[in-house]
Nanobody
């Protein structure tokens, strides 16, 4: 019913940048929250950032000042610009959209920060 397709992950050196994209399709309520979560090996999935349909944003303390979330609501697409990447940012990044008390997830994209 709702599909999320992510792109943009990969391998980058410490200090580098990556941009993730996620396009949602299907029956999507116009008031929603889109976000990015990540899960590192052996750790729980954690919120990275989210943005509501009105544009307000929220970030994990660990990424504030380095990551920027944005969205194109007309295209139901959310972006995550990641700068000054650190090895501890290595994880599988998942796109999420939430509306009417339902959560939908993308398949995940691997981000590896290593020299």
């Amino acid at each position: 019913q709702v599909q999320l397709v992510e792109s943009g992950g990969g391998l980058v050196q410490p200090g580098g940048s990556l941009r993730l994209s996620c396009a949602a399709s299907g029956s999507i309520f116009r008031f929603n929250v889109m976000g990015w979560y990540r899960q590192a090996p052996g750790k729980e999935r954690e919120l990275v950032a989210h943005i509501i349909s009105g544009g307000s944003t929220n970030y994990a303390d660990s990424v504030k000042g380095r990551f920027t979330i944005s969205r194109d609501s007309a295209k139901n697409t959310v972006y995550l610009q990641m700068n000054s990447l650190k090895p501890e940012d290595t994880a599988v990044y998942y796109c999420n959209i939430r509306f009417l008390q339902n959560d939908y997830w993308g398949q995940g994209t691997q981000v590896t920060v290593s020299s």
